[in-house]
């Protein structure tokens, strides 16, 4: 897991009716602003404002003309105060950059600043309620279409209240369907699907009857990623990404296995969708499921890349004994038609390697030879990785570099707070990227990235693809 936009929303934060009022002998109005968002992979997080000024050219505008505040909040009770807000609302946006076209000008934010999911007690992402406060602190230059130029300061106001009033183009590509298992579903123009299980800290609330049906894809690019650059890879594959009605780790119990199989089922039906290019992945509890899945339908799936894969935390989490799958029913995968990809870090301090992505790979490779390859993070600011693999080809597992955090220089904290891996962001959307640091679970953002690669230079998708 991780800290949860269907079409493009119409009406969402589009330029309204603008109210006059006078002052000082100009016309000071008041606009509508419209923001925008993207899925990173810490989550979708609002980096751009637009303000639409019609046909009037505007001039004038700095990186500083305006001050954006924004509130992310949950109705959570009286255990955290109410509304709860999961980080300091009380620091403007940093502006990054501004753009001015005519008279639409695009105000850019740090791309980890302001979340639309906000992180419950429970251990689940969940959207938050949003809201704007928008300031002009210096005069703007309006020229008119008749060549009059006019100072002013207007008012700003915005209607956008959560993740479905933001432009986002990667959830806009998704539509919610409510069956026997909720998922986000993307129709693709080809006959490829691939199939998205999340991790534990997106799964909904059965008790608290939210049907929320987002967050899987909110909270990092486990969705995005399939309907951007993977594309180049999958061409425009259909994708499915369930979310659990509570946890993956029920998946036994509640009888999950068959419902979620029934539902791609349905979508191979429905689509067109060749059944010889079904594409499976998953991260942490998603993992697991995906494992599972693999098990119950050694058929079904063509390659599979799983990420970090919990199966420690199963019999744990479920309070069954029965949850985490036997050596006899991991041993089971040798003989599936799946090609299996294992990711994970070197440590993680949410689920064991040693009890979770090696333990798999020990058994699928018992009594078979392996070959090793280390590969160097890109730029030598990211982590590097090693990839174990099989002569078949069929069965590999990367594992990534690293980094406690008494090594890493200007951070201090005990080991209790894991380990960290690195990667490479921009962040700050100034076109040169910078090394950024995440829990040592989140190794399912080099998978997403297509970084894992094998000995002969293939990497991750490309693999899936041919397997």
């Known amino acids: 897991m991780i800290v949860s ?94 753009e001015t076209d005519g008279g639409k000008v695009t105000v850019y934010f740090n791309q980890s600043q302001a979340p639309t999911l906000t992180w419950l007690a429970e251990g689940r992402n969940y959207p938050a309620v949003l809201g704007f406060t928008i300031e002009q602190s210096s005069e703007i230059t309006k020229t008119t279409k008749d060549g009059r130029e006019l100072g002013f300061t207007g008012e700003y106001t915005s209607a956008a209240t959560s993740y479905q009033d933001l432009e986002c183009p990667e959830v806009a590509a ?28 997106e799964g909904d609330f059965p008790t608290k009857d939210t049907n929320n049906n987002i967050a899987q894809i909110l909270a990092n690019r486990g969705g995005a990623a399939w309907v951007t650059e993977a594309q180049e890879v999958f061409g425009d594959a259909s994708v499915m990404c369930f979310q659990a009605p509570d946890m993956w780790y029920f998946a036994v ?20 969708i060749d059944p010889d290019e079904i594409y499976l992945s998953g991260c942490s509890a998603g993992g697991f499921m995906s494992t599972r899945m693999i098990i119950a339908y050694p058929d079904l799936f063509k390659a599979a890349m799983i990420c970090c894969p919990a199966l420690d935390a199963a019999n744990v989490r479920s309070e069954t004994d029965d949850a985490c799958p036997t050596d006899e029913e991991l041993a089971s995968l040798k003989d599936a038609k799946t090609a299996i990809w294992l990711v994970q870090g070197e440590t993680d301090s949410s689920v064991d390697p040693e009890l979770c992505s090696k333990r798999i790979w020990a058994i699928l490779t018992d009594g078979v030879e392996t070959t090793e390859q280390a590969f160097d993070g890109a730029e030598g600011i990211a982590s590097g990785f090693t990839t174990y693999e099989t002569a078949d080809n069929r069965h590999k597992l990367s594992l990534y570099e690293t ?50 690669q094998a000995a002969d230079g293939t990497h991750l998708w490309e693999w899936a693809l041919d397997a």
């Open 5 to 98: 936009r269907r079409g493009f929303v119409e009406g969402s934060a589009a330029a309204m009716a603008l109210l006059l009022a006078g002052c000082g002998g100009s016309k000071d109005d008041v606009y509508e602003v419209a923001f925008g968002a993207t899925v990173t992979d810490a989550g979708q997080y609002v980096d751009r404002m637009i303000v639409d000024f019609g046909e009037d050219t505007v001039s004038g505008i700095e990186d500083d003309t305006f001050s954006v505040l924004m509130t992310s909040t949950v109705d959570y009770g009286e255990e955290k105060g109410n509304p709860y807000a999961y980080y300091d609302a009380s620091v403007p946006l940093e502006v990054v950059k501004t």
């Open 174 to 201: 998704f539509e919610g369907v409510e069956d026997e298992i909720n998922y986000q579903f993307h129709k693709g123009t080809n006959d490829k699907l691939i199939v998205w299980f999340h991790g534990n800290g």
């Open 253 to 272: 119990k509640d009888n999950l296995l068959e419902t979620c199989h029934d539902e791609i089922q349905k979508v191979i039906d429905d689509n067109g």
């Open 403 to 452: 980094f406690e955090l008494a090594e890493i220089e200007g951070i201090s904290g005990d080991k209790r707070q894991g380990g960290k891996i690195k990667c490479v962001e921009d962040y700050d959307q100034d076109g040169e990227p910078e090394e950024v640091m995440y829990n040592d679970h989140w190794s399912w953002v080099f998978a997403l990235r297509n970084d894992p």
